[in-house]
Structure formats: C-alpha cells, structure tokens
C-alpha cells in the first residue's frame, strides 16, 4: 500500500499534519491513501540535498546520465499499478495512458540518447594566437553548463509525460540539475509511484542522493517556498496562467531572481482560408471536431478559436462541424474544479456576446461535459478580447469575418499563443502571405493543413511561444532543445588541456561537433 | 555643429523642455550642446517606428543585415571628430578610444560575417514520417527568429563599443531586431554622432525606418518609458548593479513581462597558489597591478578582489604588489558622480573594516584619483560580506586566508560573477581542483594564468554569469552567442517547401549547417 509522504533523497519522510487525498473526477469520491502536505522543515531537507547533489551530478557525463534516464523508463515500465491509479485519479481512458506512459518512457530515452551523444552543450573553440597584433588572443573554450536545482510543477492534464518524470524533469535531469518536483494535487498516488520509480532508478545507478525529490502539497505556501529557496536556481512549470504567473511573480521578486519556463497555454487560433474549406471543408469539419474534442478537450495545444472568411463555403462547413460535434458523446474531466471552471468559461463566453452554435452530447445526471461550439463576429471580439482568451475544455469559438482586412486584423489582435494553423490551398496560401507573416510573431508552432494537438517529441519541436502563451519564449518545454533551458554558457580561458572537461579537449575525445573557429566541426573528419 | 536632439528613424524631433549636457570629467565645465530630454510622445513615436519596422525588417536576410552592420562601421571610421568628441566626455585616453572604436567596428564586422554565413539560427530538421505507427510524424523545421523592438541602454565606461553602436545593438540588429538606444548622459554627443552614423548606414542600405532611434535624458522616466512601452519586447543593458536590477525589476512587473539582459559587473576574484607565488610573484603582482588599474580601473572586469593562501610566498608577493601599484599615475574617471561613488566605495572598505595596503600617486588639487589596495581576512569577510562587492574604480582588495579550507570556504561564499581566475602551477592546480569546481558554478568565465580584463569579442566568449553579475546568466553579451538573446524558436510544421524560409529550405540553399534528425549536416557534403 502506497504512503502519502515525502520523498526526500533515498528517504520517506511525513512530518506535515495537513492531509489531503486525490478525488475520482467521475464521482467526486476521495482516493486513498491520504497525503500529508510538505512542511517547510521537509522542503529545506529537500532543497539542501539538491544542492549538495549538484557538486557531484552536474559533473557527471553524458553517457551516466542518460543509463539513469533510461532507468528510470524501466521502473516506469515496471511499475503495476500506474495505469489504473492515474485512471482513477484522472479519468483518462486506459488506453490514452498507456498511450502516454509510451510517451513518457520515449521522451526518456531521447534525452538519454541526446545527452549520450553530448552535441547538446554546443562547444564552441577559439584557439589562442599568442602571435596576433596588437594584442594576443588568449585560447577560449565554450559549453552549456547546468545551472543548479530544478524546482518542477507537473500538468493536471498530462499525469505522465508533463508530471513527475515528465519533459521537464526529464530535461532537468539530462542538463545535470536535481529536481525538486511538486507533486500535481489532483493526481498525488501517481505522483508517488513514478516518484517511488526515480528514486529506484537513483539507489541502482548512484546519482548523489538529493538529485530528485518529491513533495505534495495542494496549498500555494508549498510551490511558493520552492520557488522562493535560495538554493533554487529555476522553475519549470505546466499549467494555468493564474499558477504560472504567480510563480514568475514569485521568483522575479527573490532577492536572487531565478528564470521561470511557465508553459501556460492558449487558444491556438486556426484559420480556415476560402478554398481549403471549399475543396475539403467536411474533412477539415471533422479533423477540427476530433482536435477540439480530444481528451475532453484538455490539451494545452487545444483549439480554442478558429477563423473564417466571407463566403458560400462558410455554411456548409459549419453544418458539417456542427454534425461531428454534436456525434461526440460527453466526458468527465480531469478535476470537479476543472469541470466548474470550464462552465463558467461558458458563461463568459455567453456574457461577451458569443452564441452557441452546437453541442455534443452528455450523459444525464453524471458528472459529464458536453463539448461545445459558439460563435462570434471579429467586431465582438475587438470589443471584448477576453473572447480570444481560453477556456479549458472542449469548446471552440467561431469567428467569423467579413473581409480580408478584418481577418488580418483580427490576426494582428492576437497575443502569443503556442501555435497557430493555416488551412488553405496553395492558392489561398499565396493570397495570405501577410497573414502567415503575422502569425509567425505570435505563436512557437506554425501549423500547415493540420491540427496544432500532438505535439511531437523531437528535435525540432518547439512547445512554446511569446506571452501569455509562457513567461519565455526563448525556450521550448517539449523536445531535445528543451534542456538549454537549464544550462548556462561557461568559458575556459587558457586552461591546460587535461583540465579542461571532456567537450573541450583539444583530442575531442567525445566526438561531438563543436564549433571552431565558427565552423562546425564534423567530429568524424578530424 | 552638433544639435542635442533625439533621432527617431530619420527624422531629429526636440519636442522637450528638460535640458542637459555632458561634462568635462577633468574639469567638471559642461560641454557644448545642450542636449533635449526625450519626451513621452517622442519614446512613444519611435517605439511605434521600431514596431512598423519590424515588420519588414525581422525578413531581412543574413546578407542585407551584414552589409547594413558593416557600412555602419564605415561610417564610424569615417566620423571625423569622434576620438576627440568622446575625449572630452569620458577623459579617457586619445589611444585608448582609437583602440575601442577598432574593436567596436572589429564587432560589427564579426557580427555581420556571422549572420551573413546564417549558421546562428540553429536549424533543426525532423522529416515527416507518414508511415510511422501508431501515429505518423509531421514535417518539423525550427529555426530562431527575432523578438521584437529591443531597448539598449549603454555602458558609461566604453562609449563606443558598449554604447550606441556596440555589442547589444550589433547583436540585436544582427538577429533582426530594431534598436531603441537610451543614450548615456555621460557622453550624449558621442552618442549622437555614431547615431547619426547608424541613421546615415541606413539610409544608405535602406532598411525599413524606425530599425533604429536615439533617445537622450538622464532621467530614470526616460528609461522607465522605454522599458514599459507595450511594443518593446527585450532590453539589453550594461552599467551599475542598481541601474539594471532597477529596469528588471520594471521589464518583470510589466503587463507583459519582458526579458531583460542586465550585465551589472562584479568583482572577478583572482585566487594566487602558492607555488604560482613562489615561482613568478613578481610577474604576477606586476599583472595585477595593471589589471586593476587598467583605464582607471573602469572594467566590468576588474578584479576588485584576490585570494592568497598562507605562506612564505605571500609576503614578498605583497610587497612586489604593492611596488607596483605606487609607480601607478593617478587618473581621471568617467564623470564626477562615479568618482564619488569610489570615494565612498573606499570609506566602506575601511567601515568594514579592511585596512589601507597601498596607493598609487595623483596629481594634487586635481580631479584625479589614486590607485588602492586594501586588505582584510576571510574572517572579516564571512562577517561583512560587502566586503566582496564591486567598488567601481582602480581599487583590489586582499583577502588573506589562513588555510586551504578558509580559501575554499571563502570561494563558496561568492555569488556570481563575469569571471574567476586561479594562478597556479600544475602542482597547485592538481591540489586545488576543488577551487576550480566551486569558480565553475560562479562565474561566466573561468580563467588560469592571466588577468580577466580584456574581454575577447569572438565565438566561445562568454561575457556573463550567474546574478548579480547579470539578470540572465544563460546569455553573454560579447561574442557571437550574444545573438540568441534577441531570438526565439519558432518550429514550421508541415509548410511546403516554397513558403519555408530560406533557413529550413530542402535544399538549403544557404548552405548552413543543420541539425538533421540528430546529427549536424555539412552542407559541404550534401
């Protein structure tokens, strides 16, 4: 039987005398076991460990870090009872999370292999010319560093792969900084198993212990003395805007300002361009009902908004989405707070002056969500920009426009989002040019023909974008450039060659590419 | 004749009332013009200007930016009363500013190749891999693209390659970004004149009006006006710790909180072993005393403090040290308001308790100031912590420690600063690798054997480090890497060849390396 405690380092500790339990979202039951809230005392122990972990584990190489990663994914992966927990405290259908589990234990196993590699601490040599004039140039070398304990704030939405051992610890860790992870309130025994699986992963590869922690705690006091500890050196986070701006708030005002990487979500505007909708509105009607709709609508990458032009294909399209809306059947969401926040969201809408245009459907007398369409003008919304605004949910909000000088400015309206789609044919696409040019200043993904949820984890992804979408759009929480996040650039001036670490080694005995000179160098070459 | 004047794009507007001018630092007589204090509507015009120009301009290609940097360097060159414009404001010397305007044309340069090769937007590439099960991949490119508008406040001690065309500007221009430039009150007609430099480059290369202003005051309002305005989107500073934690704090408070890169200076403690004492103690006191007292000790690097072990070797080492600091010339700082704060900056050390070593010599009845040495021991210091912050000027304090414990105790208790230097022999190194471990988790540069002043512009430096030595210690504000700060990720998923930027082209017409699936591709081979 799970206990609801803290796990300190290689220690269980439970000194905390408020409790708490996770709920079935489905009938608002409480879960067992019971936890106890993290006191002060505990988050100290924890931030303590952190930081004397970090003299060791920040220098440990790639290779180590990325077997405890993949360690880490085995105990996930071995871990019975995961599944069924998170169902019950979450409401997510079994085969989403196994699905997500996937995911999690994938997303491992690329920071272990990126980390393996070493490319990611971005070497960069200058050699010394003791020869140049008028003054000689003194030999200069270049990599990422970690920047020191982690603190991390796991997603309600995503009990896998943006919790525990989600992108950002799994970041963190693959950078070489300890987390300090705050346990999700909503989801606290999963929490606790892939916890209990971290630390298992630490006691059999012998990171220092105090690399990871986990501590609960549903009151704003626990995250706040997190990020306000002085031995906090930065804070990833997943979640509302509400919670991630009082922590941004939180650690600008510390005497030792820490950076925040907030991903805070957002409404994702797609555009539906006249011959796209035209050649194939009803498959876009559908693939933007499944997109809305998806996981009760719960993903950060969520399309909350979508826009249309003056045309005959407008209403054809919009009876096709409003057919496939009204097929899908009701869903519980993730928490009964969840679940008020996204009616009044609702009502918001309805104050504003947006009117329904569809609804799905809804079991009577259960806790179930109907998913939802509503419709508004780009005039409405210059009066009321709180309609651009999100509502977490399956809910989406039609904007029509009567120009393409109003769609453009509607465009121009919009703050910073994650994303931002275009469906258009090649035609439509030439003839908005300008828009794409717009939109490429709001969001952290522009998207062609598709459908901004899925967010792919590699290289090259970028889950981010300019406020209110984050609190730093110079970063991405999901894929392989997501560690830089937690590094800083440190340089070695004329350091004799066998002090230097392994990445700047005259001999590269890591074969990664470094840039020298500023040319790449292509470590297979030399 | 010059006119005090604001430029905002390629207009000259002196809407306000307020007056100033700068002063002869060796006189103390104001200097001919009088400049206007920008006003509100003014900050307001050119913030609206950037805004408009940025949207033209962030699509300017690597070529046309680096033709725009390098014929702004021409016209510098080409300013016939710069060196002694800048003379008269800054007291410093004739050979001196020829020496900075070669680096500060010599940074231009190296920006303008960098962007002109285009390696800097890291582009990464995942293919689409649409038989991928369970769920195929989309097509994902990223590559960084610029932030906005950017606010540039320069440096009072190097008026030309920290100030209007220096390394934020370069940098920020180099990315795509406009450039607002609060103009030091210090030296307004120097800044005027590379202003007015910048404006003629510009409408030489034609980039869209607005790309850059000259805004002019000493009030705090004018830069809090510029800070605040809604379409500035970054702030590049370097000065005073109060001077950036201030504008921090205001860019962190903003309705849409903005990243500010504050390099506040620090200290830069220099830490002697013995044997490096032993065998060349007089070379050593010799370079330190330059150091300290290079430009009347007005370096954001100027080892403010060093570290000597107890031994035989320190005594000799000190009176070698303190030899050389009394052959040092007084000198005149960069204005009256800096020259008292070091006279109060030294009345603190004795407060502290840190008691007088030696002085270099100055001219009496004249404004000029003596070089100084202090002393004190680690004791003191864990007391008075103080005693390890920055005194701007030609000023080094002793710490004398008793063991090797004391020193590394002493080396623990540092907080972050631009950089840390041991002088060591191998023997002293091999024993002090801990020391090294501890400077590493400091400072932004680390450096063996030579003397921190002298800040290399070039790929691997790094001018930065962990707070209070900047706001941001994940960026530097010298060299190459200085572009990202400007920058953001932005990730094209599924976009037709033919709407891709150059960048992220299949072909890669730019020939830049790229990140591929996970290995960096040479251009050259494909």
Redesign the interface.
């Known amino acids: 039987m799970l206990a609801g405690v803290q796990l300190i380092g290689y220690s269980t500790s439970g000194l905390g005398q408020v409790t708490f339990t996770g709920h079935n979202p489905a009938t608002g039951a409480a879960l067992a076991p019971s936890f106890r809230q993290a006191t002060e005392a505990e988050i100290d122990q924890a931030a303590q460990l952190a930081h004397q972990a970090?003299?060791e584990y920040?220098?440990w190489t790639g290779p180590q870090k990325a077997a405890f990663l993949e360690q880490i994914a085995e105990e996930i992966l071995a871990l019975e009872p995961l599944i069924a927990t998170a169902q019950a405290e979450t409401a997510l259908p079994e085969a989403r999370l196994v699905?997500e589990r996937g995911r999690t234990v994938g997303q491992l196993r690329l920071f272990a292999?990126?980390v393996r590699?070493g490319?990611w601490v971005g070497a960069?040599?200058?050699r010394a010319l003791p020869q140049r004039q008028?003054?000689p140039?003194?030999d200069?070398?270049?990599m990422l560093?970690p920047?020191?304990p982690v603190a991390v704030f796991g997603a309600s939405n995503f009990p896998l792969a943006f919790s525990v051992a989600g992108g950002d610890t799994a970041s963190a860790l693959a950078a070489g900084c300890p987390v300090l992870f705050k346990a999700h309130p909503a989801h606290p025994a999963t929490c606790q198993l892939v916890g209990q699986a971290i630390v298992a992963a630490a006691q059999k590869l012998g990171p220092p212990e105090g690399v990871f922690s986990l501590l609960h705690g549903p009151a704003p006091a626990v995250g706040a003395a997190l990020v306000q500890h002085p031995l906090v050196k930065a804070v990833g986070f997943t979640g509302s805007f509400a919670g991630g701006k009082a922590l941004?708030?939180l650690a600008?005002?510390r005497p030792?300002?820490?950076?925040v990487f907030a991903e805070m979500g957002s409404t994702n505007p797609v555009f539906l361009l006249p011959g796209a909708l035209r050649e194939r509105g009803e498959a876009i009607a559908k693939g933007l009902a499944a997109s809305v709709t998806l996981g009760v609508g719960q993903f950060c990458t969520n399309p909350g908004v979508f826009v249309t032009a003056n045309g005959p294909e407008r209403s054809p399209f919009l009876a096709h989405l409003a057919q496939a809306l009204a097929q899908t059947p009701g869903g519980i969401m993730l928490t009964e707070g969840i679940r008020q926040a996204y009616g009044q969201g609702l009502a918001r809408l309805q104050t504003d002056g947006a009117t329904p245009l569809a609804q799905g459907s809804q079991e009577p007398a259960t806790r179930q969500v109907a998913a939802q369409l509503w419709q508004t003008s780009a005039q409405a919304v210059a009066q009321h920009p709180h309609l651009l605004e999100e509502v977490f949910g399956p809910v989406s909000v039609h904007v029509a426009t009567e120009s393409r000088d109003e769609l453009l400015a509607l465009a121009r309206q919009l703050?910073g989002h994650l994303t931002a789609t275009v469906h258009g044919t090649?035609a439509d696409?030439a003839q908005y040019?300008d828009l794409?040019?717009v939109l490429?200043?709001k969001?952290?993904?522009?998207?062609?023909?598709?459908f901004p949820t899925?967010v792919?984890v590699?290289?090259?992804?970028?889950h981010?974008g300019?406020?209110?979408a984050t609190?730093?759009?110079?970063?991405?929480s999901v894929g392989?450039?997501a560690i830089?996040?937690f590094?800083?650039?440190?340089?070695?001036?004329?350091?004799?060659n066998h002090?230097l670490p392994n990445e700047l080694k005259d001999e590269n005995p890591l074969k990664i590419?470094r840039?020298e000179?500023?040319e790449?160098i292509?470590y297979k070459m030399t």
């Open positions: 970090f003299a920040r220098r699905g292999q990126w590699q490319h960069r040599i200058d008028p003054l140039r003194p200069l070398r270049q560093v920047l020191g941004y708030d600008a005002r030792e300002p820490i950076p703050t090649e696409l040019t794409l040019d490429a200043t969001a952290g993904r522009l998207i062609i023909n598709g899925g792919e590699s290289h090259a992804m970028v981010g300019p406020y209110p609190t730093d759009s110079r970063s991405t392989t450039a830089a996040r590094a800083r650039p440190l340089c070695y001036q004329d350091f004799p002090l590419w840039l000179e500023g790449w292509n």
